[in-house]
């Protein structure tokens, strides 16, 4: 696969994914079992360009091109899928501050996020608006100097964890709805309820249930345009979608790595099990699930870097790495016989970790219809 990197690329690759197996693989299992998470670790790991690397130099980052984030998200979700979610999550924050903050907002939330001091989430599915994310219902009425927010978020990626969020609302002024529109909330100024709610994938990661009961927000804190948050947020999630295809990639390569080490120790029958066809079957079809995988990831990732939309390049590499993903990690479980279902083994958190592939930043239905629009013209979304 190297052909396909430039030396930059590669010398980048190689890199991290040597710091993460020295410096953060051998926590992995520990924080799993405590779902627990080394939030103290994230600073180091932005100079590779983790999180600063979607914001632009003018505003303190790092503005790498999608391909060389596209690599360090593929590192991070060979190595751990909560970490590599926790990731993509700050740098949706960050870019996100970075389109539509202003200079205080930047000061006090963009550069802590960018120094690993200060750690954000973001807040747009609702219990009765998920794939259909502008049915939102959280209102935020103007009230003297500032906005109360009322309704609810769920399954929102870390915050319990996060010290303040992104959220997304309607917002009411004159009895007049004025559109979705993204507000920073700071506990510090704000109070609202987080509830965990325990979850099968990502064990070191929090999804949480938010509840707003006549949360005050000051006005100073809308985030862009009131009416704009939708776009704004959109246009976060497509990043999210390359860096959620490419964490699958990692994922696929972890499975494929875990296996051939596996079946080359594991002997039955006299032999090792590496030397039977259908082992050797199940193995292949790993591969060439992380192969053509990384091609459509990579294939994504070049195409914003030319200057294009690359909305239906990365639906497709979100749809078919995330069901890659699954598929490699339900081989290797099968792989590894009973091993596989033991928590000592790491296929056991891949085959959980990979059953999230599919849903966030668009399930894999929405991506087929996103993909269906742009092939046929006729949208099947509604
Ligand atoms: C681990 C995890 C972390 C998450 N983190 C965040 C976060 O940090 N912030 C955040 O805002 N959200 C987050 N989400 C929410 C996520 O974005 C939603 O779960 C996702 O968009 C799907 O919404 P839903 O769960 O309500 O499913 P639904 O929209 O209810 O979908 C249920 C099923 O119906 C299918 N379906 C829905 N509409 C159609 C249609 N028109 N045609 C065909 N099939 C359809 C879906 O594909 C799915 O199979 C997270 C979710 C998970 C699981």
């Not at 080359?264 to 029958?269: D, H, S, T």
């Not at 294939?299 to 069901?323: N, Q």
Request: with cysteine.
């Amino acid at each position: 696969m190297s052909v396909l990197l430039s030396e930059e690329e590669r010398a980048l690759r190689d890199t991290v994914r040597s710091f993460l197996d020295k410096k953060i693989a051998p926590l992995v299992s520990d924080h799993e079992q405590a779902r627990t998470f080394p939030w103290d670790l994230l600073a180091e790991l932005y100079q590779f360009g983790y999180v600063r690397g979607g914001v632009p130099e003018s505003l303190g980052g790092d503005e790498l091109p999608m391909m060389m984030q596209a690599i360090l998200m593929e590192e991070a979700g060979r190595c751990w899928g909560s970490l590599r979610t926790t990731l993509n999550v700050q740098g949706m924050v960050a870019r996100t501050l970075a389109a539509a903050g202003t200079q205080a907002q930047r000061d006090t939330f963009l550069d802590p996020v960018m120094a690993g001091q200060r750690f954000g989430w973001f807040g747009l599915t609702e219990p009765d608006a998920g794939s259909d994310a502008g049915s939102l219902r959280t209102r935020a009425r103007r009230e003297g100097d500032g906005y109360v927010v009322n309704g609810s978020k769920i399954y929102i990626t870390n915050a319990l964890g996060c010290d303040f969020g992104i959220l997304f609302v309607r917002v009411i002024e004159d009895e007049v709805d004025r559109g979705v529109t993204a507000l920073l909330v700071d506990p510090a100024e704000s109070s609202f309820q987080v509830r965990d709610i325990p979850h099968m994938p990502l064990r070191s990661t929090t999804s949480c249930e938010l509840t707003f009961d006549n949360t005050y927000v000051p006005a100073e804190n809308v985030l862009g345009e009131i009416g704009g948050g939708l776009s704004l947020g959109m246009k976060a999630v497509n990043a999210g979608r390359l860096n959620m295809a490419m964490g699958a990639v990692g994922l696929a390569q972890a499975c494929l790595e875990e296996s051939i080490r596996f079946c080359k120790q594991r002997e039955q029958f006299g032999k090792t099990i590496a030397a039977f066809q259908l082992v050797q079957q199940m193995v292949v079809e790993i591969a060439s699930l992380t192969e053509t995988s990384r091609l459509l990831g990579y294939h994504a990732a070049r195409t914003l870097d030319a200057g294009e939309p690359g909305r239906y390049e990365c639906s497709m590499a979100k749809l078919y790495c995330g069901e890659s993903a699954g598929r490699a990690a339900t081989l290797a479980l099968q792989l590894h016989g009973g091993a596989g279902l033991m928590e000592e083994s790491p296929v056991e958190r891949y085959f959980r970790d990979a059953r999230e592939a599919t849903i966030p930043e668009g399930t894999s239905q929405i991506q087929i219809l996103h993909l269906g629009k742009a092939l046929l013209g006729h949208s099947a979304l509604r």
